[in-house]
T-cell receptor
Framework: DPKIIQKPKYLVAVTGSEKILICEQY?????MYWYRQSAKKPLEFMFS???????DNQTASSRFQPQSSKKNHLDLQITALKPDDSATYFC?????????????FGPGTRLLVL | GQQVQQSPSSLVLQEGENAELQCNFS?????LQWFYQSPGGSLVSLLS???GTKHTGRLTSTTVTKERRSSLHISSSQTTDSGTYLC???????????FGKGTSLTVIP
């Protein structure tokens, strides 16, 4: 059974619209993350959460808003979508935020903005 | 500037040959992880190795922290090893990883 679920797997959106990417982890981890991978850039760190609290935000735009309704959920809301937002968005988790814990990644959501 | 540089960018091997992948990073890292990204896009952590040498299966990673470099050795490569190998470093101690562009490995039978 997959331990980190991301939904949907694929998403097509129009410019200017809003979408929510879902992430749930069943590893019992306390820390969760979002990363983005586009064709032009390496995998980029976006956000980290620990016990449902935002710990770090490396995303310049406020159009990206993480939402944590439960300890094992970290969704990503993206508003006013732009074609440059097209990328694969990966959710990850680790036991805790500090230390040297291994990060585990979900399968990703591929977003295409037209 | 780019925090993590990987070389080579691509590598083609005959099955059974060994691979040596390099990772150089520009700042002191509290953590270093090697990941495998399958042709389908899924990401799997292979090794966490902030310093020293670690082995798992056919993989050996050696990280020399002072010299800001790490290597990943794959022995007796198999066609199923084909994919992209990513090196990632954590500069903050809070699991905020910076990734390299990866080494694309193709193993032919």
């Amino acid at each position: 059974d997959p331990k980190i679920i991301q939904k949907p797997k694929y998403l097509v959106a129009v410019t200017g619209s809003e979408k929510i990417l879902i992430c749930e982890q069943y590893l019992g981890h306390n820390a969760m993350y979002w990363y983005r991978q586009s064709a032009k850039k390496p995998l980029e760190f976006m956000f980290s959460y620990s016990y449902q609290k935002l710990m770090d935000n490396q995303t310049a735009s406020s159009r990206f808003q993480p939402q944590s309704s439960k300890k094992n959920h970290l969704d990503l809301q993206i508003t006013a979508l732009k074609p440059d937002d097209s990328a694969t968005y990966f959710c990850a988790s680790s036991q805790d935020l500090g230390g040297r814990d291994t990060q585990y990644f979900g399968p990703g959501t591929r977003l295409l903005v037209l | 500037g780019q925090q993590v540089q990987q070389s080579p960018s691509s590598l083609v091997l005959q099955e059974g040959e060994n691979a040596e992948l390099q990772c150089n990073f520009s700042s002191t890292a509290t953590q270093l992880q090697w990941f495998y990204q399958s042709p389908g896009g899924s990401l799997v952590s292979l090794l966490s190795n902030p310093s020293g040498t670690k082995h798992t299966g056919r993989l050996t990673s050696t990280t020399v922290t002072k010299e800001r470099r790490s290597s990943l050795h794959i022995s007796s490569s198999q066609t199923t090893d084909s994919g992209t190998y990513l090196c990632a470093i954590d500069l903050t101690g809070y699991q905020n990883f910076y990734f390299g562009k990866g080494t694309s490995l193709t193993v032919i039978p």
